[in-house]
């Protein structure tokens, strides 16, 4: 019983919070005719309107981001195109990263020297785990395992290492950059404030979410470390 308690927790807390961004986008997404502009308008507006020298706006397929190295804000199509709450918050949120990244934020320029690395450690850690049997049955010695299965867990622990550095600069981009760019520019209404609080607060979570499922995967390894 316990244990099944212990698993829903577990579950909700990662599960939780994606659920929830699903529902907050979905429920903002609605058009509203009233808005000056698009989410790939206001973005394109915010870039001149802050001098952000060299980025552009373009519709992608994966996932809106800000691209520090080729100085671009790509948004989804149902993103770029849309007068909804949900797009032009998403918008906001992206031209923070642009803006953090012209005031020379080194947490920003860390990631992004971190990322290439790391998927390089994670792309061979996940080899390194799934041989690890293999070659613990052919050896029949438990050094070469466990020795494979702590360089397998360097993945998870570099990930990690990432959300770290991507958490604040997360909550940085939201809140101390889109939000009180939408509220003194006007470019919402006082009556929408606490919904784009909301999107961009959802939109965090998004990572929350991601760091929780990573650290749950390197437990369940140091679980299966500290047994052997």
Do not use: C
Request: charged share 20%; proline share 4%; glycine share 6%.
């Amino acid at each position: 019983m316990v244990l099944a308690l212990g698993t829903l927790i577990v579950l909700a807390l990662i599960f939780g919070p994606t659920l929830w961004v699903k529902l907050v986008m979905r429920w903002y997404s609605l058009e509203k005719p009233e808005m000056p502009g698009t989410g790939g308008e206001l973005a394109k507006h915010l870039i001149k309107r802050f001098s952000l020298k060299d980025v552009e706006v373009e519709v992608t397929e994966l996932g809106d981001h800000y691209d520090p190295i080729e100085k671009k804000v790509r948004l989804l199509r149902e993103h770029y195109e849309s007068k909804s709450l949900t797009a032009i918050a998403i918008a906001a949120h992206e031209v923070g990263h642009a803006i953090q990244d012209q005031q020379g934020d080194k947490r920003l320029a860390t990631r992004t020297k971190m990322i290439p690395i790391v998927e390089k450690i994670a792309r061979g850690s996940v080899a390194v785990i799934s041989l690890s049997p293999v070659i613990g049955i052919i050896t029949r010695h438990p050094m070469p395992f466990s020795l494979l299965l702590f360089l397998g867990l360097s993945g998870f622990i570099a990930r990690m290492m990432v959300h770290a550095v991507t958490l604040p600069i997360e909550f940085d981009a939201s809140f101390s950059k889109a939000l009180p760019l939408l509220k003194e520019g006007n470019y919402v209404s006082k009556s929408n404030e606490k919904a784009v609080s909301r999107i961009l607060k959802a939109a965090s979570l998004t990572y929350v979410s991601a760091a929780l499922a990573d650290i749950l995967n390197l437990g369940r390894w140091m679980v299966i470390l500290l047994r052997r």
